[in-house]
């Protein structure tokens, strides 16, 4: 084949393959360890009418109204949604391009932050996190004001950490910088009440708040949206993709949203088996586990020595084996990653796999 066909074959190598990995428990995708019923014979007739032979419908206002109502704010053509959260971030990264556009994202963020960046064209600025885990509120101010035609993305809960970062500290960054400020509370189900930043997209007019369904039991829909305000909301949805929903998904979302109290409960249940793991691997000498907010708990080891990642390498090994598949980083990702691993909520019986291997191995 003649790579001179691929003109942007220079990001090639960049661009990390996405492996996909078979696994008898696969705690790497963040999911919900549980199957979350549907009574599709319910749903039978109204999926029965639709007309497969025609275009979707265009207009989604039923679902986005009731994301709203979930949400408890006031519907006003404020909501985006897309297929999974990675098209409505690509979206938002697509409207805002030019050729001087800069990514600013916290170090370490979401992989797929600067996957996006380098897909859409966008050059990339990351703030490391402080020693506490907190965002360098000055470091991203004066980033915005440094670069032409800045974003902000920041993941509220942080992704790989879970550490939950305080509104206060993110309502600096949003008062202070005059850019788009997009914050990604795809696990913000997981965080303790009034975490949400949600309220800041009426007080001021450059906060969108991304949502997923993925993290909440159904990554197996693709749906994820952006709330903002009605005139944000409006100008990234010129960038979008026409008829990307079909109606069997919009129907399917409108009869998940209407059994949200099951939903809770479930989310509750992983809370609480969080907090029991975190508890006990804490007590572990040498560990330091954050306070995760999300479906997830990020490790590392203490007093990192020469040659400590081998024992990392052999829980990941031993979890392996028994068909567990958990996240482990490259080397020089990030400060924080080195000699640390992450591994989602699952069932008790797998979590207590886990916990037993973290005893043994680390």
Known sequence: MNKNYFYRYHLYNEIPEIKQYQAKENLSLMELPYQINLDYEKNHEAIRL???????NFNVDELKEKICQINKISFDNNVLIGNGLLEVIQTILLSFTTRETTLIIP???????????????????KIPLTNTLNLDIPAIIQATKKHLNPIVIIDNPNNPTGVLFEKNNLEKIIANCKCPIIIDEAYIAYSKKNSSCLNFITAYDNVIILRSFSKIGFAGLRLGYLISNRYLTSYINKFSLQYSLCDFKIKLALHILGRHGSILRYINEIKTLRDELTTKISNLENIFVPNSQANFIFLSKKNDKSGENTKIEK?????IKLGIKINTFPKNLSKVTDNSIRFSIGNKETNDIVLNLIMKNI
């Open 50 to 56: 639709i007309n497969v032979n025609r275009y979707p």
């Open 107 to 125: 170090d370490p963020s979401f992989f797929m932050f600067t996957r996006l960046s380098k897909i859409c064209r966008l050059n990339i600025c």
């Open 315 to 319: 829980l990941n090994t031993e979890l």
